[in-house]
């Protein structure tokens, strides 16, 4: 059974920093990209940063250069750090990523409530 699991989510002020972490576990042959999504009230999901196995990243316009997608793949961890955090990125962020078992399958974690606020 395989998991990912978001965490450090939380309540910050306007240009404040948050670290997200996203976690695979299970019985894990390999894991391709990484990538974080958003999702604000009301709004479509979107896709925030995206990180290979190789550690390549992109991002989108929205986020570039105050976000940063990094991983750890002995950890099987990916990380977003959020600088400059706006009202704007105030959303439940998810992780996703595609998972080689014995079959591969893209995951979905349950997601963390980030929120920007005075």
């Known amino acids: 059974q395989v998991q990912l699991v978001e965490s450090g989510g939380g309540l910050v002020q306007p240009g404040e920093s948050l670290r997200l972490s996203c976690t695979a576990s299970?019985?894990?042959?390999?894991?391709?990209?990484m990538a974080w999504y958003r999702q604000a009230p009301g709004k479509e999901r979107e896709w925030v940063a995206t990180?290979?196995?190789?550690?390549?990243?992109n991002y989108a316009q929205s986020v570039k250069g105050r976000f940063a997608i990094s991983r750890d793949n002995a950890k099987n961890t990916a990380y977003l750090q959020m600088n400059s955090l706006k009202p704007e990125d105030t959303a439940v962020y998810y992780c996703?990523?595609?998972?080689?078992?014995?079959?591969?399958?893209?995951?979905w974690g349950q997601g963390t409530q980030v929120t920007v606020s005075s």
């Open positions: 996703s990523a595609p998972i080689t078992t014995s079959t591969t399958k893209t995951y």
């Open positions: 990180v290979t196995s190789g550690s390549n990243t």
């Open positions: 299970g019985s894990i042959f390999s894991i391709g990209y």
